[in-house]
């Protein structure tokens, strides 16, 4: 009997001491823990419904009566980037029941709930005893009651709307989790005069349409302008009495220089994100390749050896990958290849040609221009070549550039009568046009400046 | 040997052979069924129970199909117990004279101690007719009230009826302790559901939608409000985070008051975990 007990027990595999008292242990643990959690009502929510968040802003506190314009003219331009990004959608100041908001107080919330709105921003202007302004701003969530964001900025008062363009992009940032892109700059090619004698200048403008500048005379022809990922700095092409070049201008302080020395025609220039160096075509013969140029030590390299028209380089953010267009096949197609040269694959199989690709900010798309039945369109394919969409189509658009956030894309487009520079969201809506003094083409949006 | 391998190698032959024609590979033939109507339905309807309610107002609906029933089972039920004590009684009726006259002797005895020795015997004679009367129709005497023979004639007639009006008043209206029944209805979740994602705007921004699942749990109040601020489960870092569990709160906040539930339904929604999944939104 004893004998079978034992073998029992070699047999079966018995729970030693120590394993019981941590089960036990074990035990005791989970009888401690709230139980509660059979009661509780589970949900997925797997849709949402993203539609512009409505947003209270009252125009600013003015520190000093003569600042209240200065105030309320911020307060306008925040409003107007934050609508303009399709985004958000700024409440009529009419409708507001709490009238004057003190910024150091606490709102009251249920006024702003009353009119649905979800934030609330607050500011106040005042003037420092050395002339500067100082603006300060509060954002709060209306429904949970709570400040989401608060800061203050100090600037000369003539740099007013970049302080506008700075909240509004806090304001951004903090909402949509997102970097914004409203302290930015456009480049672009001004148009004034007949269309056999048209006078085109480089100029510079904020996003939003103000603050133009003129950077070129007008004397040159000036195309392709791209800013500098890194500077503020912009690299076009210009041709006035001999072959056209790549120049590189600083915008600051107006010096210009002439990017690389070869024979022959160079274009389609575009920075590496580093903003180190310069990607460029020159032409050669009926052909074209693509060559680079680092800016310090001026030394270039071959990048493409085709008997093809290889055009619009432009790097992926990362700087590993550049994608390029490239009539090889037979037709214009997009192709992709890595940084340094190499194997190209083709990524564009849609109908039509495709041309001037470039490579979103944030990497996840790769935005162009599509040419087919007689239309021109405006479309982003991710970089292997998936989920070609198209944002926008119509008699003539083209020239896509991206917002640094990687959401917005500007584009010139011409329905006839000449170009002007217009803007839409990566999902195909929110199309609009930018104010510009005269017609407009060739965009290029600059990194934050901030 | 040679003979019999060769009978036992024919036989065997024989039988597979046999074996193979009789069994041949015909399929087992399945006839076709007609197909039966079935009816789906939950369980639910038929097994569970309200939960009950000491100030529920009485349901009467009911009632007007078992009045007349009901009034005759209450008689029966009350009635039971005393047909069988009458059944002892009229035992006891015809065992009761004995007994008395076994009995007589001890209180003659005592009244004999107690007043005179000598007397007992004649007056035993006579006290035994006229004390058996005055013991035993006391407990025997309201068995035999009038209105106890009344109540067993009728039982009878009560008894038949007895069976179907039980029957039929299985439904109480006041419920049972332990009833279930108070869940969610299919549309109230729906409507629930529905009002979050109407109201849940995430931020558009997001690139890896599997980072930005939002688990919130919120209690109610039975008004359908928050009875707190709603807590958020999942963790994360960094601003597309924040916005994004500011999204989920934000569609709770706004989705008071949860009208949509009902009150009676209270407990089963009073705790209320969320999953804000974007995954399906921002694929590509």
């Known amino acids: ?450 | 040997m040679k003979t019999a391998s060769a009978l036992s190698v024919t036989l065997h032959v024989a039988v597979l052979a046999w074996a193979m024609i009789s069994f041949n590979g015909k399929a087992f033939d399945v006839p076709p069924v007609e197909a039966m109507p079935v009816d789906m339905i939950p369980v639910e309807d038929f097994t569970e129970l309200t939960k009950g309610a000491k100030d529920a107002p009485k349901k009467e609906e009911p009632k007007p199909l078992v009045e007349k029933k009901q009034e005759e089972v209450k008689k029966p039920e009350e009635t039971k117990p005393k047909v069988t004590e009458k059944k002892e009684v009229a035992a006891a009726k015809e065992e009761a004279p004995p007994p008395p006259q076994e009995t007589k002797p001890d209180p003659i005895a005592e009244k004999i101690e107690k007043q005179e020795p000598p007397k007992p015997q004649q007056q035993a004679a006579k006290p035994p007719e006229r004390l058996p009367p005055k013991r035993p129709p006391v407990p025997k005497q309201p068995k035999f009230d009038a209105d106890k023979i009344a109540a067993l004639l009728d039982k009878r007639e009560a008894q038949r009826n007895a069976a179907t009006g039980a029957d039929l008043n299985s439904a109480p209206s006041l419920g049972a302790s332990q009833g279930n029944a108070k869940r969610l209805s299919a549309s109230e979740l729906e409507a629930l559901r529905a009002r979050l994602m109407a109201l849940w705007n995430p931020p558009v921004g997001i690139q890896n939608p599997e980072q930005f699942i939002i688990r919130v749990r919120m209690q109610l109040k039975p008004d359908g409000r928050l009875a707190g601020p709603p807590q958020v489960l999942s963790s994360g870092h960094g601003q597309l985070f924040d916005s994004a569990r500011d999204s989920a709160i934000r569609a709770v906040f706004r989705a008071q008051p949860f009208d949509m539930l009902r009150k009676e339904t209270y407990d089963t929604w009073k705790d209320i975990e969320v999953t804000f999944d974007p995954r399906d939104m921002f694929r590509g």
């Not at chain 1, 349409?209 to 700095?233: C, I, M």
């Not at chain 1, 600083?250 to 024979?263: A, K, L, M, S």
């Not at chain 1, 920075?271 to 060559?291: A, H, K, T």
């Not at chain 1, 700087?319 to 564009?348: K, L, N």
């Open chain 1, 1 to 450: 009997m004893t004998d079978v007990m034992s073998r029992l027990s070699r047999l079966t595999v018995l729970p030693s001491r120590r394993d019981l008292l941590a089960g036990a242990a074990a035990g005791s643990l989970l009888a401690l823990t709230p139980r509660t959690a059979s009661a509780v009502l589970r949900l997925d929510i797997t849709q949402g419904n993203i539609q512009p968040m409505p947003i209270a802003l009252p125009d600013f506190v003015a520190g000093a009566p003569q600042d209240a314009e200065l105030a309320r003219n911020i307060t306008g331009v925040i409003s107007a980037n934050l609508q303009r990004s399709g985004l958000f959608a700024p409440i009529n100041p009419q409708a507001f029941i709490e009238k004057v908001i003190n910024t150091d107080v606490v709102p009251r919330f249920p006024d702003w709930r009353a009119i649905n709105a979800q934030a609330l921003v607050t500011g106040r202007i005042t003037r420092q005893g050395d002339g500067r302004l100082k603006a300060e701003f509060r954002l709060w969530d209306v429904f949970a009651g709570q400040q989401l964001d608060g800061k203050q900025y100090f600037t000369t008062p003539e740099n007013w709307r970049r302080i506008a363009h700075i909240i509004s992009d806090a304001v951004y940032e903090r909402l949509t989790g997102e970097r914004g892109y409203f302290d930015t700059r456009i480049v672009f090619v001004d148009e004034t005069g007949p269309k056999d004698r048209r006078v085109k200048r480089l100029a510079l403008m904020d996003q939003d349409g103000a603050n133009v500048r003129y950077l070129t005379r007008g004397d040159e022809l000036v195309l392709t302008p791209r800013f500098n990922p890194s500077t503020q700095e912009v690299t076009y092409m210009s041709y006035g009495q001999g072959d056209p070049k790549v120049f590189l201008l600083n915008i600051e302080t107006g010096q210009r220089e002439i990017v690389g020395n070869f024979p022959g025609m160079t274009f389609a220039p575009r920075f590496s994100p580093d903003g180190q160096r310069v990607v460029m075509s020159l032409q050669q013969g009926n052909n074209s390749n693509l060559f680079v140029m680092d800016l310090r030590s001026k030394q270039t390299t071959r990048l493409t050896d085709t008997p093809a028209i290889d055009t619009s380089p432009s790097y992926a953010p990362d700087g590993s990958r550049i994608c390029f267009e490239s009539d090889r096949g037979g037709s214009q197609q997009i192709y992709v290849m890595p940084a340094a040269g190499g194997p190209a694959q083709r990524i564009s199989f849609g109908e039509g040609h495709y041309s001037t690709p470039v490579w979103s900010p944030r990497g996840d798309y790769i935005a162009y221009t599509r040419q087919a039945r007689g239309q021109f369109a405006i479309g982003v394919m991710k970089p292997d070549g998936s989920g070609e969409r198209v944002l926008t189509e119509g008699f003539h658009n083209e020239g896509p550039t991206w917002a640094p956030n990687g959401r917005v894309i500007m584009f010139f487009r011409d329905n006839g009568g000449g170009p002007y520079l217009f803007t839409i969201d990566i999902t195909g809506r929110n199309d609009l046009k930018v104010p510009t003094p005269s017609f407009a083409s060739d965009p290029a949006w600059s990194p934050l400046l901030s």
